[in-house]
């Protein structure tokens, strides 16, 4: 769960200032990219206050999943989008009680969810770029990681859509 967008900006910053040279292309190329790629993490306990601890110890920057997006340009306003999520995988689903592992896919199906509408997010940023022209980039950027931040906060990190473990 993504509780903060901070190191996202702060990346998002790095990537878009490399593009150098932004200027407005007579019409911009179609997005390049925009496949999510989901990278997974094990989680191997049995018992929900473990697998809970596991989570937290063993997920993308203590969260239990983090979803990820670059938007990029060229001079030419070519824009690139990236896209991935960082998830959970449990190595041991079948050893699991069938009322744990119902409430782990149940879990793990709205974490996915919430981390694809931050994806939505990167999608509809970089079609924004391209759509002015590459001309005020980063203010789009910024609009869209603002509404990350807002997601979470209305979503309490995706507990409200049904991100937790009981």
């Known amino acids: 769960m993504k509780r903060h967008l901070l190191p996202l900006y702060i990346l998002l910053s ?3 200032w490399a593009a150098a040279g932004v200027s407005a292309a007579a019409d ?3 997005l390049k990219g925009g496949d999510e790629e989901i990278r997974y993490y094990d989680v191997s306990s049995l018992k929900l206050h473990n697998i809970r601890r596991e989570l937290t110890r063993k997920g993308p920057r203590g969260y239990w999943a983090y979803a990820q997006w670059w938007v990029s340009w060229t001079a030419q306003c070519e824009v690139t989008l990236t896209l ?6 449990h190595t041991r689903l079948d050893d699991m ?3 744990l592992r119902r409430e782990w896919l149940r ?13 939505d997010h990167g999608r509809q940023a ?3 770029v391209a759509a002015d022209k590459c001309q005020t980039p980063y203010e789009i950027i910024d609009h869209w990681a603002a509404e990350d931040v807002e997601l979470d906060r209305r979503t309490n990190h995706g507990r409200a859509d049904g991100v937790y473990l009981r």
Do not use: C, N, S
């Open 14 to 16: 790095a990537v878009l």
């Open 28 to 30: 911009p190329t179609p």
């Open 84 to 89: 991935t999520i960082d998830m959970p995988r």
């Open 97 to 99: 009680p069938a009322d």
């Open 107 to 119: 879990m793990t199906d709205a974490l996915l969810k919430h981390e694809r509408m931050h994806l």
């Open 126 to 128: 970089a079609a924004a």
